[in-house]
């Protein structure tokens, strides 16, 4: 018997227009500035590689607390401005890799995120963390755009 998986959802609303929001969750360089933002976890980012296409594979290595911590996934969907889907485990051995899903609405120079998570339900006891940490995330992401 399969045991289901766990959901959470959130949605944020970034004041930039869909183009440059879209832009900040592919290109190596700008991921770095808000997904893994030393305020967020106390991460130093060592590395970022992705392959930006359906079926591509990133992964993206950083250091907390003298630890090395590679998150990796392979990017599912990849539609341009609408919706970017991936897989994402932070390189923990016996955990399945979790699904996010981001939905992208633009409306002049506003993006609103609505930004779904399935996880695995080994996860259960981490689902609302997770939620938090990617609501940091986001955050972090938006206030990045608004300077």
Do not use: C
């Amino acid at each position: 018997m399969n045991a289901k998986p766990i959901k959470r959802s959130l949605s944020r609303s970034i004041p930039a227009p869909v183009e440059k929001v879209f832009d900040h969750w592919l290109i190596p360089t700008f991921v770095g500035k808000w997904m893994f933002n030393a305020e967020i976890q106390k991460e130093l980012i060592v590395e970022l590689k992705n392959e930006a296409r359906p079926r591509g594979e990133f992964n993206y290595t950083t250091k907390r607390l003298g630890e090395k911590i590679i998150y990796k996934g392979e990017f599912k969907i990849i539609d341009r401005l609408r919706i970017l889907e991936f897989t994402w485990n932070e390189g923990r051995a016996g955990v399945a890799l979790n699904t996010i899903r981001v939905l992208f609405e633009g409306a002049a120079q506003n993006t609103k995120l609505k930004i779904s998570l399935v996880l695995d339900h080994s996860e259960e006891i981490n689902a609302d963390n997770i939620k938090s940490l990617w609501s940091q995330r986001t955050k972090a992401l938006s206030t990045l755009l608004s300077k």
